[in-house]
């Protein structure tokens, strides 16, 4: 057996022989992983989340009745009634994300201020700080509701005929308005009135529509192919495998950092054996126990939760090389740069914890910060999650594994040299 | 002819001079001791025998050979005996043995052969596949002293290879040294101890401050150095008389 296959054995033998590494590095991720991926992936059954949403109708007017109802009906929101006491403590519970609250005469006010007259009531949104992404949806859908409740009562509802029939004469009598927008102002009105006498005309609680959404909306994931399914379990693996096995190599480093400690570099040098092959034994190992680490993850993900390598094979084989080179590259720059173990492993965690953070291990980088998003592109892991993710659920043909493994082979060339030149070679 | 030739050695560490023109020979089938308080500069020498330490100036010569480089072929011939346990606590003896040969070259049934007769030696054969961390202090003292013979050295550098081990290893280990010495092999050692070096040493190298102030037998020492009329100091009072009582650390 050469020194090189001694090294990269010993290193294997002394890894297997840490039950403690190899749960963390194999057991801690995949569960990790099915953790968030959950998250990511959403329920199996295909529907969204519906957003908790407590209602009051303080109104109970035609308009507000079309409001909850309306409200009920809609997919998204998951509707509970309450008085508005009892709502308002529902959100400062966390029970519900957004208590939407009809005021008494918010029918009639938003009836009258519908064509312009007199002043807009106020729809109480009494929201969870916490949630305000879903105060934002819920905001966009109560309007949906609202207008279609209130146009509908004012185009054919009660209310509506009696303040046409109201507006009408007064509108007639005004002298303050402009006798174009005038004369403009009551032929609509006459024309609303007209509409009102034909057949099955009803109101805010009858067959006609009102003003409606002039769209539908026909919602497509852009995943590997037309049927398949986003599984964000693909994505959560990837980050949750990359992030441990830096964790792993810059524990290499740290137990290079030992083996100096314990004199068994000493020994190591003193024998007829090359720089070059002393620290390509460690890439070599390391990077194999990287392999390791994203095989078992991606196996274990395909078997239970259906990952699927939509995209290029080798590709996604090609990806995860670069990010074992990459990996175990980092492990040996933390020997070379570390003083102590004590003081190496402090910092690397943190330099892990950081490089997995931007780089979209835990959560995707789109919801970054544009510039953010730009400047993660100098994290390794950016390019290692994206190029799994490329070669997983996205579907991405070899042809868009090529940069990330480029990108990923620079950054090894890049720790390598720097690791080479900065080692402590002198043994006292 | 001396199989070791040490030749006008020096190594600094920034402005602090840890080996300044260090000279002295090992021959086949003879113990050096070398000797020095605290921060004389022996295991800075040491490593410079060993090749972890490149030597500023001067020259180490192997059967003749000067000894250069990383891969020089005439380290095949210096086995090291560490002071710290260089071993590998979480694999058997026999891995460590294995992986230590390897780094030689040895493989097949040479490295097993090489293996079971280190192991005799230190007389730890029967624990060979238990892991280290299961051993004793002078067990893996023992086993560091075959981990530097298992590819049949010419000359065996040990620096300190007692600290902290029992009387019963320490015993063990001075037979393992005898037993060397008659094989032919030619010993540097290494200690504080200085009755070891009294019972095992054929020659006696004093360094202090990074140079040699005494390379002699210990008759040679007792006889230049005894006092008129006082017969012979044992060789702890011939080191302190030649290197002071002043502390050094």
Known sequence: ??????????????????????????????????????????????????????????????????????????????????????????????????????PRGFGEASGTAFFGGGAKPELELAYDPSRTTELAMVRGIMTQHVMEAVSREMFGGAQ????????????????????????????????????????????????????????????????????????????????????????????????????????????????????????????????????????????????????????????????????????????????????????????????????????????????????????????????????????????????????????????????????????????? | MAILEVNRLRKSFGTLVAVDDVSFALESGKLVGLLGPNGAGKTTTVSMLSGLVRPERGEVLVAGRKLDGDTDPSKRRIGLVPQDLALYDELSALANLRFFGALYNLSGAALDKAIRSALELVELADRARDLVKTYSGGMKRRLNLAAGLLHDPDILLLDEPTVGVDPQSRNAIFDNLEELKRRGKALLYTTHYMEEVERLADRIVIVDHGRVIADDTLDGLQTRLAPAGQGRLNLESLFLALTGRSLRD
């Open chain 1, 1 to 102: 057996m050469t020194p090189l296959f001694a090294m990269i054995r010993k290193d294997l033998l002394l890894f297997f022989s840490d039950r403690r590494s190899v749960i963390v590095s194999f057991a801690v991720p995949i569960a990790i992983a099915s953790f968030f991926g959950s998250i990511f992936n959403g329920p199996r059954t295909g529907e969204t989340a519906r957003i908790a949403v407590t209602i009051v109708d303080d109104d109970s007017s035609a308009i507000s009745k079309a409001i909850v109802a309306g409200a009920s009906s809609d997919r998204n929101l998951k509707l509970t009634a309450a008085d508005a006491d009892a709502a308002r403590a529902s959100v400062r519970r966390g029970q519900t994300a957004v208590a939407v609250i009809i």
């Open chain 1, 160 to 428: 509506g005929r009696k303040y046409v029939d109201q507006s009408l004469p007064q509108i007639e009598k005004s002298s303050g308005l402009d006798a174009q927008q005038k004369a403009a102002l009551l032929q609509m009105l006459r024309s609303v009135q007209g509409f009102y006498d034909t057949p099955g005309v009803g109101g805010a609680s009858g067959s006609q529509r009102g003003i409606t959404m002039p769209y539908t909306v026909k919602e497509q994931a852009m995943t590997s192919g037309e049927n398949v399914a986003y599984n964000g379990y693909a994505h959560s693996f990837a980050g949750m495998g990359i992030q441990f096995l830096l964790f792993a190599m810059a524990n290499i480093g740290v137990e290079m950092l030992l083996e100096r400690q314990r004199g068994l570099w000493k020994r190591l040098r003193s024998a007829p054996v090359s720089r070059t092959t002393l620290l390509a034994a460690k890439v070599f190992s390391g990077a194999i126990i990287s392999l390791l680490i994203l095989g078992v993850c991606f196996v274990f993900a395909m078997i239970v939760f259906h990952v699927r390598i939509q995209g290029s094979f080798v590709g996604f084989v090609g990806v995860s090389m670069a990010c074992a080179l990459m990996a175990s590259t980092f492990g040996v720059l933390v020997a070379a740069l570390g003083n102590s173990p004590a003081t190496a492993r402090g910092v690397t965690t943190l330099a892990v914890l950081m490089m997995v953070m931007l780089g979209g291990a835990w959560v995707p980088t789109f919801i970054f910060p544009a510039w953010l998003q730009q400047f993660t592109l100098i994290v390794p892991v950016r390019w290692a999650v994206d190029g799994l993710d490329g070669m997983t659920w996205r579907g991405t043909g070899l042809s868009g594994a090529i940069a990330p493994i480029a990108v990923l082979l620079v950054f090894a060339a890049v720790f390598s040299v720097i690791a080479a030149a900065r080692f402590r070679w002198e043994e006292t």
